[in-house]
């Protein structure tokens, strides 16, 4: 599965982006469906999984009630809502797919990853 994230860009805190994450070539693999993201310095973390479904999602404590995943089959792509930005989500965020249900944080259980879109949120 290729994947191609995009929709980063630069934002005012308090602001909203939507990034959408695309497979191209074949439908998603069955596990799910994460963003990721990592700020210079850091280590990449995990901030939100949905199930091939749609019916489960899970969410980091640091983006739960701002950030919304979902999937559009159909469509091949999901989707992260980011409302009420904050300067401290500005990182790189990374969309991967599980081939297999794993565990929904874990990033050594997505074998598919994107390239990477850049979200700056400025203060």
């Known amino acids: 599965v290729q994947l191609q994230a995009f929709g980063g860009g630069l934002a005012q805190a308090g602001a909203y982006l939507r990034l959408s994450c695309a497979a191209s070539?074949?439908?998603?693999?069955?596990?799910?469906m994460g963003w990721f993201r990592q700020s210079p310095g850091e280590e990449r973390e995990f901030v939100a999984a949905?199930?091939?479904?749609?019916?489960?999602?899970y969410y980091a404590d640091s983006v739960k009630g701002r950030f919304t995943i979902s999937r559009d089959n159909a469509k091949n792509t999901v989707y992260l809502q980011m409302n009420s930005l904050k300067p401290e989500d500005t990182a790189v965020y990374y969309c991967?797919?599980?081939?297999?249900?794993?565990?929904?944080?874990?990033?050594?259980?997505?074998?598919?990853w994107g390239q990477g879109t850049q979200v700056t949120v400025s203060s």
């Open positions: 991967a797919n599980q081939r297999y249900s794993g565990v929904y944080y874990s990033e050594d259980d997505y074998e598919y």
């Open positions: 070539g074949q439908t998603f693999s069955a596990g799910f």
């Open positions: 949905i199930s091939w479904s749609g019916g489960s999602t």
